[in-house]
Nanobody, 126 residues
Framework: QVQLVESGGGLVQAGGSLRLSCAAS????????MGWFRQAPGKEREFVAA????????YYVDSVKGRFTISRDNAKTTVYLQVNNLTPEDTAVYYC???????????????????WGQGTQVTVSS
């Protein structure tokens, strides 16, 4: 079975940083598109970032560009999300997701991701 396990969340002050990790197993990680989504209380889950199988293409929601960096280590079957200069608006549960086949142009849409982690909480205090 496919399993995605996130870690690295926590409580930080505004302006702080975290490195979220997602360890994947049970899938051909090197061929998968890996994405990060987040969901704040009372809000819908939103796309944050994604990277294709080789890490050569990355995508970010506008609100995190310049602050967040997605990367992957195929040898370790792990995807990371470095989150810098955090603000309270970044407070959410962050989910890792994996997709093996995404239609062209669908990277930002959660419907295309078949596998999801349990989420890791990021809380940013002011």
């Amino acid at each position: 079975q496919v399993q995605l396990v996130e870690s690295g969340g926590g409580l930080v002050q505004a302006g702080g940083s975290l490195r979220l990790s997602c360890a994947a197993s049970g899938l051909t990680f090197s061929s998968a598109t890996m994405g990060w989504f987040r969901q704040a209380p009372g809000k819908e889950r939103e796309f944050v970032a994604a990277t294709n199988w080789g890490g050569g293409s990355v995508y970010y929601v506008d609100s995190v560009k310049g602050r967040f960096t997605i990367s992957r280590d195929n040898a370790k079957t792990t995807v990371y999300l470095q989150v810098n200069n955090l603000t309270p608006e970044d407070t959410a549960v962050y989910y890792c997701a994996a997709a093996t086949q995404l239609p062209y142009g669908s990277t930002r849409y959660q419907e295309g991701y078949a596998y999801w982690g349990q989420g890791t909480q990021v809380t940013v205090s002011s």
